[in-house]
């Protein structure tokens, strides 16, 4: 009979205590129960603050050096999740199972040299097959992976859902779960819209969309990753009762929930927080255009709603990355003007295509609670605008209620 393999992922919540990790256990012998071979994947446990967690490592290492070396940086915040990994293989002794830990390394995860947002180069799981062969349940330390010359690498922020699905594509897994504190997808924020509903299903399109607008459920790499071999991916909480809730199913195709009105449409609301909008004039050739974004992207800057026009190039940057931008670029002779305090509020729906009026309903709802829109940036899947930041909840609930999604 074939191994049926589910890779689950727990995240820092999930694991922050003694009873939240024994939350885990019980989802983990579940899966056993019903027939399935469990690959675990762990983040650190806790969230800054908490001893183990990434953030709290990454302070300890600013507070011996001025500027940690991403190598040592990484070869430390490694630590967060191998300890994750040893103390969750207890719990699950402790069940029954028999539970192996393995760092990302070990479970095979070769990735580049980029210490700190290293990239998966390929995946080498015979090491974790010759243990499931043998019956043994892995709990491998997410985020993490080893170059090919030997050194620790870190996945960036989302990293763990980034090895689980990995993991998943690599061991040909039914599906891989990404259990989190909330019970699902939601359709916006629900700090922000108290009313957001959970999403039953999405597509690839969609929840990568979402990630990339600001939701911070799945990591957009995951998603590809899945997308790629399709995978399916399922948001579940670990706190939930799991006969009640089944999360969000991520997959090629689905037949849409036929909800009323616009929501046939539109599937979600995001945002991005704390944004910085560019404006740089200095010469209107095309080879001045050519250089600005030559600059910053040779200094590793993302640009996002991007608008270039003869006399004007307009685009955003996250905040933390303003000030290096500015002076870069006022240091190759651009003038620069800068507006702080920014946001991105995107409409998000696979729906929208060809669907007019969309943007008419955008530009309602907005303006009709008293928004300036600064920029929009539109694709066949998505909807921008940059708006104030003081203005941005106001805006996330406007177009909320504007497409029905709390129905």
Request: hydrophobic share 45%; proline share 4%.
């Amino acid at each position: 009979m074939p191994v049926r393999i589910i890779v689950q992922k727990f995240g820092g919540t999930s694991l922050s205590t003694a009873a939240h990790r024994g939350l885990v256990a019980e989802r983990v012998h579940a899966a056993a129960q019903r027939g399935l071979t469990p690959v675990v994947v762990v983040s650190a446990m806790g969230r800054g603050g908490d001893p183990y967690a990434t953030d709290t490592l990454l302070q300890l290492a600013r507070e011996v050096f001025a500027e940690p070396e991403p190598r040592e940086t990484d070869l430390l915040l490694s630590c967060g999740e191998v300890i994750s990994a040893v103390v969750m293989t207890g719990v699950l002794r402790a069940r029954g199972l028999s539970a192996v830990a393995f760092s990302g390394g070990q479970a095979g995860i070769i990735t580049d040299r980029a210490f700190g947002n290293a990239r998966i180069l390929r995946v080498e799981p015979d090491h974790l097959r010759r243990h499931l062969d043998r019956g043994e349940l892995p709990v491998v330390a997410g985020f993490q992976g080893i170059s090919q010359s030997g050194d620790i690498t870190t996945l960036g922020r989302g990293g763990s859902d980034t090895t689980a699905a990995a993991l998943g594509v690599a061991l040909q897994a039914e599906v891989v779960e990404i259990y989190t504190d909330v019970n699902g997808v939601k359709t916006a924020d629900p700090r922000i819209v108290p009313e957001a509903r959970t999403l039953p299903v999405l597509s690839y399109d969609e929840i990568f969309q979402m990630a990339q607008q600001g939701a911070k459920v799945v990591h957009p790499r995951a998603v590809e990753l899945a997308r790629r071999a399709n995978v399916p991916l399922r948001v579940r909480s670990t706190f939930d009762n799991p006969d009640e809730e089944q999360g969000t199913l991520i997959t090629h195709t689905f037949e849409g929930t036929q909800w009323d009105g616009w929501s046939r449409a539109v599937t979600s609301i995001n945002h991005v927080p704390d944004v910085v909008l560019f404006s740089v004039d200095g010469g209107q050739e095309v080879s001045a255009t050519i250089r600005l974004f030559r600059i910053l992207a040779d200094a590793g800057l993302s640009v996002d709603l991007i608008n270039v026009a003869p006399d004007r190039r307009r685009f955003v940057l996250a905040r933390e990355e303003a000030a290096s931008a500015r002076a870069l670029l006022e240091g190759a002779g651009f003038s620069v003007t800068v507006r702080p305090d920014c946001a991105k509020v995107s409409v998000v729906g696979s729906g929208m295509r060809g669907v007019p009026g969309v943007m008419a309903a955008v530009v309602e709802a907005l303006l009709e609670q008293g928004v300036e829109i600064l920029q929009t940036v539109d694709s066949h899947v998505t909807i921008s605008c940059l708006v104030d930041r003081a203005r941005m909840e106001t805006a996330v609930q406007a177009l909320h209620r504007k497409f029905g999604l709390e129905r």
